[in-house]
């Protein structure tokens, strides 16, 4: 959500989200809950954030009527639920509501509430991610499958193509058949490369030289058709929006994206593109935000592996003590990313 989502959030009093981020108002210096029943602050005195912890590290104190501070227990029963089906991937609604306590109806609407998804499409999630790591072992797509519990080659393919990006083969083959179009522009951050398959953005690069630029694309897609085209009508849309968005006139970027991932990448990537502009956020409150608080280093290794700079921003994590470093185009650019958007907020 941005932040008009969370302030819509707010004046609701919106129960369903809670534990998902938390206001503070400046001229009382208190942070509470989207839900508290106090009397509702100016919009231009609040300021959002991710969680708790943040809120007091910028000065603020917790609210005394809603205890923002205090865990949300439907949070610690996804993690539960989580942990249960990555070791049981064939449980169903039941036998998981069991687990944890919870009628299937009132899980499978918690589970969906925090995660996003349903218990079943996490399963799934985690199934093609161990499919993925099978693949890339050199096993066949074959014995692949029924390895990682699909019981028919049709199962995969109805659902290889929306979450591997390409079929089973084509990715154990490195993306051969993919068809890239890739063009480079001036930036405010330097050239900047940007390639797309019909789908989506499926690479942004920056940098001083074209030559590197254009071979950390080919290192990324080894096997892909790569051509490079300024001509795609889709492809110039969306390096336009781009390099507005670093000029600071498009504050939120939201393009289609075509890229290969782990289930736990994408929900590292979807807390990312869910971080306010302006805002910034560190590696351990991404990892508690997705109920693994001790994934920080997991994290970080997603936010390494992120080909998609900019348009997934990870840019906006920083280090807990507020240094800024490990950034894969270097420290000096994303210092003056987070520059640009906090002028702009």
Not at 23 to 36: F, K, L
Not at 64 to 72: I, L, N, T, V
Not at 163 to 189: C, E, F, W
Request: glycine share 8%; proline share 5%; charged share 25%.
């Amino acid at each position: 959500m941005y932040e008009e989502d969370y302030w819509q959030a707010v004046l609701n009093r919106d129960r369903s989200s809670n534990g998902r981020f938390v206001y503070a108002v400046r001229s009382t210096g208190i942070y509470c809950n989207p839900s508290c029943s106090s009397r509702k602050p100016k919009r231009e005195q609040v300021v959002f954030f991710a969680r708790p912890e943040e809120a007091e590290e910028a000065g603020f104190r917790p609210c005394k009527r809603c205890s923002p501070k205090h865990g949300d227990p439907q949070l610690e029963i996804v993690q539960q639920t989580c942990r249960y089906i990555e070791e049981h991937l064939e449980a169903g609604l039941e036998e998981l509501g069991a687990q944890v306590g919870l009628s299937p109806f009132h899980l499978q609407r918690v589970f969906k509430r925090v995660m996003g998804i349903s218990p079943r499409q996490y399963a799934e999630a985690k199934r093609l991610e161990q499919l993925k790591e099978q693949l890339k072992e050199g096993e066949t797509v074959t014995g692949a499958l029924y390895e990682v519990g699909f019981s028919s080659s049709s199962r995969l393919y109805e659902r290889a193509p929306e979450q591997l990006g390409m079929t089973p083969t084509a990715y154990r083959n490195g993306g051969k058949g993919m068809h890239i179009r890739y063009t480079i522009v001036d930036s405010p951050l330097g050239r900047l490369l940007v390639g797309a398959t019909e789908k989506g953005v499926c690479a942004v690069c920056i940098g001083d030289d074209d030559a590197q630029l254009e071979a950390a694309l080919k290192e990324e897609y080894a096997r892909a058709e790569i051509q490079r085209d300024g001509e795609n009508d889709a492809l110039s849309r969306w390096v336009s929006a781009i390099v507005r968005h670093l000029e600071g006139q498009e504050p939120h970027l939201d393009l289609p994206i075509d890229v290969q991932a782990t289930a736990f990448q994408w929900r590292v990537w979807q807390e990312l593109r869910n971080i306010p502009y302006g805002q910034t956020a560190s590696y351990s409150q991404i990892a508690k935000a997705m109920g693994q608080p001790k994934a920080v280093r997991a994290v970080a290794n997603a936010c390494a592996n992120n080909p998609v700079a900019i348009v997934v921003p990870c840019h906006r994590v920083i280090h807990s003590n507020g240094r800024v470093d490990g950034y894969r185009w270097g420290s000096e650019r994303k210092k003056k990313l987070l520059e640009q958007e906090a002028r702009g907020k």
